[in-house]
């Protein structure tokens, strides 16, 4: 097997700020929520979820939305959760049909109490499209030494995982026992310079990983 085998489309989100709206694509803008459905809450502190990121079909067709579906909301809690490969914010994600949605909130709840450093600030996207290859330690020992192009350790969707402290790890999903593929990565740290302002481990990445049979099956979370 050469580079070709090991290449994986990606999308690097590259986050500007800017005043999106619910109905853009977005990091830390209003997420398009329905009045008449509860706010997510965290079951271990009692404090509702903030809206982290929104990702429209349109926009990121590159994300395995399941039929029917063509909207992913990522909630954060911005508090500690001393997860198994995931001390820091809990994460709840959300699939849905947008043109079901008529009726928005008129006030998304807050938190009382949050960790500042999960709290992004507003962010619009200018993607780039590109092809990645893994870090040397996922690679067979005959390729190790060859230079292939880095592994972003930015925000995208999709391509590589940018180990920092841990791994190679694999992970299975609890449902099925498939395997589970990174799918986003949110960054402390971006290759533009134009950070989030959220930070997340020792200045690493959150990076959520589905289900690669089904991506509404329970997603788990590597923060690295």
Known sequence: MGRQDWAR???LLNPLEGEPTDADSHIG???LWPIDEPWPSCDEHGEPFVGAV?????????LPFPDG????QVFLCTLDHDAEHAYGPDVRLVWRDSTTVFELIEEEPEPSVQEELYVPTVNVFEPI????????????EDLRDEEWPETSSGSKI????????????????PECGSVQRQ???LATHEPSGDDVEWEFGSEGNL??????????????????
Not at 69 to 72: G, Q, R, Y
């Open 29 to 31: 803008g209003p997420m």
């Open 69 to 72: 579906i063509d909207l992913l």
């Open 158 to 173: 999709g391509g590589w995982t940018a180990w920092w402290q841990s791994g190679p790890l694999e992970f299975e999903c």
């Open 129 to 140: 499209r590109y092809v990645e290859y893994p870090t040397p330690v996922e690679r067979p």
């Open 54 to 62: 929104q990702l429209y079909q349109r926009d990121f067709a590159e």
């Open 9 to 11: 489309p990606a999308v």
């Open 183 to 185: 799918t986003l990565s």
């Open 207 to 224: 990076n959520v990983l589905l289900c690669t049979k089904d991506v509404r099956h329970p997603a788990q979370v590597l923060i690295d």
